[in-house]
């Protein structure tokens, strides 16, 4: 059934026009039979070794073409092809996967080169605050010191830009330059891996657990060494700058292809390199680690590419902290407006405030009057009494005990009608306060 579907295929293209291979191209990738049968014949190529070729070199043909399409179905098959050739290479088999160390070699020899075959270099820096990019302007800074020209002379990576190249063309691949045709293959990989659909990524999960875990034991199996067990697969060569580049390919994985085969594979890359010393790989590792066992929860709403964002829905109350004081904390509470006094009763059962009766002595014309205020002479029945305000007016010990003098004398008909030095103020200061007590509780009684 593979063997059959991948000549089928083989086949149409070969007999496709100048103008009918647009066509073809958009849609080579919606046949998930014919990618599935590749990648059959790739892994089981000792099954399948007569059509290895053939499919090679029909995959070269595709890169070389002008259709982006075509270009980009040969990328889908670049992981499986980079473990196919160094898994044979391991086990001592590298004339058996000629076609494929030829398809490997003629894709690095293409990118070595730009259109003008002149090597190509490929450089970028990263994004910083001393010079504009995707994610800001430096004009919207708002301080005045974080200037353009002042960040720039604190910032070190505008002069060290991140480079790719140049690299030379190869006539072949040897242990000496295997390790950077590899990286150099997966660095390209990455550059279009936003364009490859899932499936890609899982399939780059599963070589990159294998290549990085062969040779080795799997926990809790132990290793044997007798002729009824076979040994052992041989381990495959990697170096630090080509687990770096899977790590990059792994980190886009998780968030846009299946997170679990994705993070397992970062864990058996960061088992090798515990295993190989590579400090910077475990620095890698680690920190792609950390970052998604809080931020990665395995929704459908999770953001793409590892960009997790938290944002609260929008409200319209305002939460203020308990421990800030502001003018709103001091308020002040309303006294009621009337205080009433409470009325004692006497001995007799009579009010003890009920009534206030004086003599006034009107000085104009020499006649007395006696007066009474009571409550009940207005309304009927006595109204609850308000509180007097205090006199402003304040007399001295002797000074009372003369006002007390002179009213007695007033009171007992005018006996003794010899007035002592100071008698004549003393009796306009009486009658002037007893005056002023009777306008106030006249406008006492009248509110009531």
């Known amino acids: 059934m593979v063997e059959q579907t991948v000549l089928d295929w083989l086949a149409d293209y070969s007999s496709l026009s100048s ?219 990697v170096s630090p700058k080509f687990l770096l580049e899977i790590l990059h390919s792994l980190y886009y994985s998780i968030f846009n292809g299946d997170s679990g085969l994705a993070l397992q594979a970062v864990d058996d890359v960061h088992n090798r390199a515990s295993y190989q010393g590579y400090t910077e790989v475990l620095l890698v590792t680690s920190a792609i680690k950390n970052s998604t066992s809080h931020a990665y929860s395995g929704q459908l709403t999770d953001n793409p590419m590892g960009i997790s964002l938290a944002i609260s829905p929008q409200t319209t109350s305002t939460v203020v902290s308990k421990s800030i004081i502001t003018n709103a904390s001091f308020r002040t509470k309303k006294l009621p407006d009337d205080i009433p006094i409470q009325i004692s009763r006497g001995p007799d059962g009579e009010n003890a405030l009920g009534s206030i009766s004086e003599e006034k002595e009107e000085t104009g014309n020499g006649v007395g009057k006696e007066g009474t205020v009571t409550g009940k002479d207005v309304g009927g029945e006595a109204p609850p009494r308000r509180s007097l305000p205090k006199m402003a007016v304040s007399f001295g010990k002797k000074t009372r005990e003369r006002l007390k003098t002179t009213k007695s004398r007033l009171v007992n008909g005018g006996e003794d009608q010899q007035q002592q030095p100071g008698e004549e103020l003393i009796t306009d200061t009486v009658g002037a306060t007893d005056e002023i007590i009777e306008q106030v509780r006249t406008m006492q009684v009248s509110s009531v």
């Open 19 to 237: 103008n009918e291979v647009h066509t073809f191209a958009s849609t080579v990738h919606q046949n998930s039979e014919v990618i599935s049968a590749l990648y059959a014949v790739l892994e089981d190529r000792q099954k399948y070794n007569e059509l290895v070729g053939p499919v090679c070199t029909t995959l070269f043909e595709f890169y070389r073409s002008q259709e982006a399409e075509l270009k980009r179905f040969t990328l889908i098959f670049l992981p499986t092809l980079i473990y196919v050739y160094l898994n044979a290479v391991a086990h001592g088999e590298k004339k058996s996967c000629r076609g494929v160390e030829a398809l490997l070699l003629g894709l690095y020899n293409l990118e070595a080169v730009d259109e003008n075959c002149q090597a190509q270099n490929v450089s970028f820096r990263l994004p910083s605050l001393a010079q504009s990019s995707i994610y800001h302007e430096p004009m919207s800074l708002a301080p005045a010191s974080l200037t353009e020209s002042a960040l720039r002379r604190l910032e070190e990576c505008n002069t060290k830009l991140v480079k790719w190249g140049p690299f030379s063309q190869l006539e072949k691949i040897l242990s000496q330059n295997r390790a950077s045709v590899m990286t150099a293959l997966l660095f390209i990989y990455n550059q279009h891996i936003s364009s490859l659909q899932k499936h890609c990524m899982d399939q780059l999960c599963k070589v990159t657990s294998k290549l990085v875990t062969q040779g080795f034991n799997k926990p809790g199996k132990r290793m044997s060494y007798s002729n009824d067990v076979p040994r052992v697969l041989p381990r495959i060569p």
